[in-house]
């Protein structure tokens, strides 16, 4: 079974700074690629952040862009999200994902087979 382990969320002031980190584990063959989701309550869940690794490229959505970094922990089932410059429209549940097929849009949910469960991010005014 294969499992994802969000870490790192929590409640920061406006401008302040979280590190979010994700790690896979279990019966996994490989992934080729992460990604972090949030979801804010009432709303649909959106893209964050990606990388693959075949080539180590990164996506971010506008609204993080120039903010928030992905980047790998040593590993390649392992995948940080350094969040800087917080705005209290981030706040939401952060999910982290893989990807399990070769061939996905990074950027969209259907490209993920694995989630994990969340991680509050609470930024305040």
């Known amino acids: 079974q294969v499992q994802l382990v969000e870490s790192g969320g929590g409640l920061v002031q406006a401008g302040g700074s979280l590190r979010l980190s994700c790690v896979v584990s279990?019966?996994?063959?490989?992934?080729?690629?992460m990604g972090w989701f949030r979801q804010a309550p009432g709303k649909e869940r959106e893209f964050v952040a990606a990388i693959t690794w075949n080539d180590g490229s990164t996506y971010y959505a506008g609204s993080v862009r120039g903010r928030f970094t992905i980047s790998p922990d040593n590993a390649k089932n392992t995948v940080l999200l350094q969040m800087n410059s917080l705005k209290p429209e981030d706040t939401a549940v952060y999910f982290c994902?893989?990807?399990?097929?070769?061939?996905?849009?990074?950027?969209?949910?259907?490209?993920?087979?694995?989630w994990g469960q969340g991680t509050q991010v609470t930024v305040s005014s």
């Open positions: 279990g019966r996994f063959a490989r992934s080729f690629g």
């Open positions: 994902a893989a990807a399990g097929r070769q061939v996905y849009i990074p950027t969209l949910k259907n490209g993920y087979d694995y």
